[in-house]
């Protein structure tokens, strides 16, 4: 009686633990609506070969679950924000999502509701990449990735401009492509590194020269409710944002907690040693409690994963990744360490609600993989992060000082 008691017993268990198991299932990924879209705005025909290559990515199978990916549910807790758009095929995140983490600074700070410029902040962050690659002797990055704390050094140093006075869209575009852009200034700084002419203002005449042939030339002056503004007065007399109010909180293992390091990605180009560096819990605290108290923040990390559904647009950690108990600061440091958790894009946190037990996040995004269903949907533009997805796999987010006062001050 006892062997078939015990036998019954481990049977269960085995159901149970069957039952939470994942499961994984391949899926053809190519290019969706919106993203053929970008690509005819900007002339991109593919050949007809590249159209019949579809790839097949491993994701979780998230068919049959119920899942909080309804913008309804997070409605009472969402900080105002601007609508979502489009980045296009330019790399540019984690300018994307800070502007958009600014714009709603304004409107919590002031109440004024504005449409800042992406696109003024690019173009100077290329001025200062292409200064940086001349002082350091061609020993510096020069691509289209940064970090969210590249948006508020550039608003310090150049300050900022409404949308209306700079879109950087040109002959009727509707979506951005920098790829040529890039390219082509790339090619430049390599032939200056090859023929060891360092000369800085003949480099940043000619990285600006490109730029305004794809962008045109950003304003010196411009109007705002019947006054001329400057970009760095628009920043301090009309938007009164105080960036050194703005902070970077980091959570990994492989620098010293409490205290300020430097992100050792590759988007952090200019080897910024401001990151606030904290324990896993304490990370996780810190983004739950900004959000609760009205702190929307600018969040950076991994979307390459099976868990990451395009479909759903919901992101969660599956089973066969590790399970939610296990995830700790040691599983968080073995993937970046090992180069399955990136420093692949950056959005806006802008919501939270709690469903069947768990945290999840209401984020705002600017790339194609959100823009998977119809447009005139209200989740179009959003994903959903289950709280286990942050704590494994988004690694900083930008957020004003007093959100995270408690943790600042054990600094």
Same mark, same amino acid.
């Given at each position: =009686? ?12 085995? /159901? ?9 299932? !391949?899926?053809?990924?190519?290019? *969706? ?7 005819? %705005? ?22 049959? =679950? ?6 309804a549910l997070y409605k009472s807790n969402t900080i105002? $924000? ?41 173009? /100077?962050?290329?001025?200062e990449k292409a200064r940086r690659y001349v002082q ?26 409404? *949308? +209306? ?9 509707? !979506?951005? %492509?920098?790829?040529?852009?890039? %390219?082509? =200034? ?18 940043? +005449? ?16 411009? =109007?705002?409710d019947g006054k001329s503004f400057t970009p760095k007065?628009?920043?301090? @007399? &009309? ?27 590759? %988007? *952090? ?20 409690? +900004?959000?609760?108290?009205? &702190? ?38 073995? #993937? ?8 692949? $894009? ?14 999840? &996040? ?7 993989? +959100? #823009? ?33 006062? @408690?943790?600042?001050?054990? !600094?």
């Open positions: =009686m006892y062997k078939l008691v015990h036998l019954i017993a481990i049977s269960l268990i085995a /159901c149970t633990v069957s039952a939470q198991n994942d499961k994984g299932v !391949f899926k053809e990924y190519a290019p *969706n609506s919106f993203m053929k879209m970008i690509l005819q %705005d900007n002339s991109m025909v593919e050949n007809k070969d590249e159209e019949k290559a579809v790839d097949k990515i491993f994701f979780l199978d998230q068919s049959g =679950m119920t899942l909080p990916n309804k913008i105002w $924000h601007n609508p979502t758009i489009s980045q296009g095929r330019a790399g540019s995140c984690w300018c994307y999502s800070t502007t958009s983490f600014y714009e709603s600074e304004v409107k919590r700070l002031s109440n004024k509701e504005v449409k800042l410029s992406e696109i003024y902040t690019v173009y /100077c962050e290329y001025v350091e002797r061609g020993n510096s990055e020069f691509s289209e990735g940064s970090e969210g704390n590249g948006v508020t050094r550039i608003y310090k140093q150049y300050g900022v401009v409404p *949308n +209306s006075a700079y879109t950087g869209l040109l002959n009727g575009k509707k !979506f951005h %492509d920098h790829s040529q852009m890039v %390219d082509e =200034m790339s090619t430049y700084l390599k032939s200056v590194k090859q023929r060891n002419d360092w000369n800085e203002e003949l480099v940043l +005449s000619t990285i600006k020269s490109i730029m305004d042939h794809y962008l045109g030339k950003p304003p010196l002056n411009f =109007m705002v007065t628009y920043l301090n @007399d &009309y938007l009164k944002l105080k960036m050194d109010d703005y902070v970077e909180i980091l959570s990994y293992k492989q620098e010293p907690y409490w205290q300020q390091v430097e992100y050792k990605v590759t %988007d *952090n180009w200019w080897h910024s040693k401001e990151y606030y560096n904290v324990p896993l819990d304490v990370f996780m605290t810190a983004v739950k409690n +900004s959000i609760k108290n009205g &702190y929307g923040s600018s969040i950076g990390g991994d979307v390459s994963e099976a868990g990451f559904s395009r479909t759903t647009n919901v992101a969660l950690i599956p089973t066969f990744d590790i399970p939610g108990e296990y995830i700790d600061e040691d599983a968080r440091q073995f #993937r970046f360490s090992n180069g399955t958790t990136t420093d692949d $894009h950056g959005m806006h946190l802008v919501g939270y609600t709690e469903f069947e037990g768990s945290t999840y &996040y209401l984020i705002k995004d600017s790339s194609s993989g +959100s #823009r998977q269903g119809e447009s005139d949907s209200p989740e179009f533009g959003y994903y959903f992060f289950h709280e286990n997805y942050i704590k494994l796999k988004m690694m900083g987010f930008t957020v004003h000082k007093d959100a995270v006062k @408690d943790v600042l001050k054990k !600094f």
